[in-house]
């Protein structure tokens, strides 16, 4: 199977929507979350960047789909963040079209890394996006992030209170605890993409024979 160097990864574009995105082919997985939910910190602390994924302190600024390339034809996707009051509901409506029609149409998405503050999980928008991949039939990571703000006690269960919740949605949905300052559930999160990308190297292979 290929050797997948997270630390090259390297910004490709970012686009407003999915018809500025790049073809679609090759294997994308991509990363949502509420603005607050500590996705840059992840995607940065997987990549071992330090920027590579801008964080703002404004939640809700980058209304931009961001593609960064692992290697020719793997990509990580940063979503929007979502869950913010302070944007107007035009900009809401029309980050929610470009987000449904990246979910439905965009054939090369193979998997789904949802992040949710552990203190503050499956929240109505959490819930209906993960639903929507299951729907989709595809794969779920739900990164509970900030685990190290909790003790260890109530942080094991939190997880198990969420892989409690996941079962509802049916379909595939992993719950793990992370923490980027912590770097907690960094292997757990590197593994499930390496599965993810693997299956779809394995499944294209077969389908070429």
């Excluded at 960064?68 to 996707?77: A, Q, S, V, Y």
Aim: one cysteine or more; a neutral charge; hydrophobic letters at 40%.
């Amino acid at each position: 199977m290929a050797q997948y160097h997270f630390q090259n990864t390297h910004f490709i574009t970012s686009a407003p929507d999915i018809h500025a995105m790049p073809e679609d082919s090759g294997i994308e997985i991509a990363f949502a979350g509420r603005s607050n939910a500590g996705k840059s910190s992840a995607l940065n602390t997987l990549t071992r960047q330090k920027s590579l994924a801008r964080t703002s302190k404004t939640p809700g600024r980058t209304q931009l789909i961001n593609v960064f390339e692992i290697m020719d034809g793997f990509r990580l996707i940063d979503l929007p963040g979502y869950g913010f009051a302070q944007v107007p509901e035009e900009v809401k409506k029309k980050w929610q079209k470009s987000l449904s029609e990246y979910l439905q149409d965009r054939q090369s998405l193979k998997g789904i890394v949802v992040l949710m503050d552990i203190r503050h999980p499956f929240k109505d928008t959490d819930a209906g996006l993960i639903q929507w991949a299951v729907d989709c039939d595809l794969p779920v990571l739900a990164l509970l992030t900030k685990s190290d703000k909790l003790k260890q006690g109530a942080r094991k269960a939190a997880i198990l209170k969420g892989r409690e919740t996941a079962k509802e949605f049916g379909g595939n949905v992993r719950v793990e605890g992370f923490s980027s300052l912590k770097k907690q559930g960094l292997d757990l999160l590197q593994n499930a993409l390496v599965t993810w990308f693997d299956q779809h190297v394995e499944e294209q292979a077969q389908s070429a024979e």
